[in-house]
């Protein structure tokens, strides 16, 4: 572009200077136009730089298409390769290989609409090439043959017009990448909007629950509603004071327990009404299958502290309390634990976890869904003997272990 507007700068003035005036015979109107080249030069582009407007607009249509295809591909792909021991166990692969053929086909669709547009520009752009070496020829020509103008002043004159119009055609040689340009502009741009209207959400004080920090150590519901991001209320009206050291049975809507789950965390706080935390102890949240990062099964289970806080003797002792004393010798070993350890397993390594971290305000969501019954009463049990003094907020459908709590929440 830099490069356009030197070189129209330079050649503007010969161009205008070469036009000389021509009048313009109406009659009895006769109206000199001076530099009338130019003219026509900024007429012509405009006009062109128009049609190779309304000829890349399809790609970028595609462009956005082809994009998304090929983000669902890989967001396929990967999905699958979180869940290919489920997906092997029940012999759902010409399944996943059907879906998978589906939305590389649309990938190939997407190509071929992509492909079309870019010809459709190729088209344009090779005519409108062509026609640039023989147009400044055309309309200096008649003031030659009229006798205005030597040989030399009209090919001077078709040179200077010829690299005007280049210039002037930056947007017709580059609408191409212009289209890709504007194709990524509005997926970021529509993505910023999406967040600015959730920070606006997000100021509005009476569309979310507030959460604040308390001197005290209690956990506190104050007129809490939770809601959708939509608007439809889930639950209403809790009010609950909760000490140090209780056990807590969430029960009704397990979809609502989660979302309560996420407004303490301060995740998705849509509602109403004031949580308060306690200032004093740390908050530990069990989701049913815990992160487990690709590295060594050290690093995974000490996540996201460092491997140095937890010593050997530590790891041994709580693999050992949970029943994962067989993974002791590989420790150091490297692997995608997600894949290569069963749910009940990482379940398990999640409890691991919990016991190295000793929180005093624990939050079970179906953090034990995959064992059974009397698993998870152990589990339980396990955290009341080695944290006696920690409050515990449970999320489970299992029916044993009710003893172990001392209230339930009804949602």
């Not at 200077?160 to 930056?170: D, E, I, K, N, T």
């Not at 997926?187 to 569309?207: F, I, M, Q, Y």
């Not at 849509?270 to 050290?298: A, C, D, H, K, N």
């Not at 691991?352 to 589990?379: G, K, T």
Request: proline share 4%; net charge neutral.
């Amino acid at each position: 572009m830099f490069y356009c507007i030197l070189l129209l700068i330079g050649f503007s003035q010969v161009l205008w200077s070469n036009s000389g005036v021509v009048t313009l015979d109406l009659g009895e109107w006769q109206i000199p136009i001076h530099g009338h080249l130019v003219w026509i030069a900024i007429i012509y582009t405009a006009l062109a730089s128009w049609l190779g407007w309304q000829v890349s607009l399809p790609l970028t249509g595609a462009t956005n298409a082809r994009q998304s295809a090929e983000a669902n591909f890989r967001a396929g792909l990967r999905e699958a390769q979180e869940n290919s021991q489920a997906i092997a166990l029940i012999h759902a692969d010409s399944h996943e290989r059907h879906l998978f053929h589906e939305l590389f086909y649309m990938i190939r669709k997407t190509w071929d609409t992509q492909t079309a547009a870019w010809r459709n520009i190729q088209i344009f752009s090779t005519g409108y090439a062509s026609l640039n070496m023989a147009f400044p020829i055309l309309i200096t020509a008649p003031r030659y043959i009229l006798g205005s103008i030597t040989l030399g002043a009209m090919m001077q004159a078709a040179q200077a017009f010829q690299q005007m119009v280049g210039a002037l055609s930056w947007p017709v040689g580059n609408a191409g990448g212009i289209a890709e340009w504007r194709a990524s502009v509005e997926r970021t741009l529509s993505l910023l909007k999406v967040l600015a209207n959730l920070e606006k959400e997000l100021g509005k004080p009476d569309h979310w629950i507030q959460v604040k920090s308390s001197n005290r150590p209690v956990l506190a519901f104050r007129d809490l509603s939770i809601a959708k991001y939509d608007g439809p209320v889930l639950a209403q009206n809790i009010n609950m004071e909760i000490g140090q050291g209780e056990h807590v049975l969430i029960t009704g809507n397990t979809y609502t327990g989660t979302k309560l789950f996420r407004a303490i965390a301060g995740i998705r706080p849509w509602g109403r009404g004031v949580i308060e935390l306690p200032s004093q102890g740390r908050l530990f949240f069990m989701p049913p299958r815990p992160y487990l990062p690709t590295s060594t099964l050290r690093n995974a289970i000490c996540y996201p502290a460092s491997r140095r806080v937890f010593s050997q003797e530590q790891l041994e002792q709580a693999l050992r309390l949970v029943g994962l004393e067989n993974l002791i010798d590989q420790l150091d070993q490297q692997d995608n634990w997600i894949n290569t350890l069963a749910r009940g397993e990482q379940q398990l390594l999640g409890m691991v976890r919990l016991l190295l971290n000793r929180p005093q305000w624990i939050f079970l969501q179906e953090a034990f869904d995959s064992l059974d019954s009397q698993e998870e009463e152990r589990m339980l049990r396990l955290i009341g003997e080695q944290l006696p003094d920690a409050t515990l907020l449970v999320i489970s459908h299992l029916p044993n272990g009710a003893s172990f709590y001392s209230r339930r929440l009804a949602l």
